[in-house]
């Protein structure tokens, strides 16, 4: 169960968050842009999933002009995967704030990365979608989800076993 009645978010709320006001001092932020990699999240619960323990979706709009293209192989574009990867990590991160837990968030891995695809600057809308595998909230919080990128609604991404952890 979370600490919050709201099961999305808009760009503002993500901002407050990166700006540390969300989930309060010393608890999981986001990162500012341009390290932020998604625009909102449309949907965020304890329930869903297919693990039923949770779910979150989120979304970003991008364009020939996103930050990226220009400077990741000049002359051929194309969104580095590691900033896909880090968008899954920031999500699990967010929900364990949005959980009500303290501490601040940090990657600490991830099982398999497959990528099916690429992101172009042809491509208009990003869809990650992350679901909770495992949650452990005792001397450490640690989540543990699997995650999906969609590019135009084709699946570019998986990762299994994405793990975050919340330090105090």
């Not at 979706?57 to 000049?74: G, L």
């Not at 899954?88 to 497959?114: D, H, N, T």
């Amino acid at each position: 169960m979370s600490n919050f009645d709201k099961d999305a978010f808009t760009y503002e709320d993500l901002i407050a968050c990166a700006e540390g006001k969300l989930f309060g001092a010393g608890n999981a932020q986001l990162p500012m842009p341009p390290m932020l990699m998604f625009n909102k999240i449309s949907k965020i619960d304890t329930e869903s999933g297919l693990y039923s323990k949770g779910q979150v979706i989120a979304e970003m709009s991008i364009s020939k002009d996103s930050w990226f293209f220009d400077c990741h192989f000049r002359g051929d574009p194309v969104m580095p995967g590691c900033l896909g990867l880090d968008a899954l990590w920031q999500l699990l991160g967010f929900y364990l704030g949005w959980l009500g837990q303290p501490g601040k968030g940090r990657a600490l891995g991830v099982g398999e990365v497959k990528f099916f695809g690429m992101i172009t600057p042809k491509i208009k809308r990003l869809e990650y979608i992350i679901n909770i595998k495992k949650l452990i909230t005792r001397n450490l919080t640690l989540g543990v989800a699997d995650g999906d990128l969609y590019a135009d609604g084709e699946k570019v991404y998986s990762a299994e076993n994405l793990k975050v952890g919340l330090f105090e």
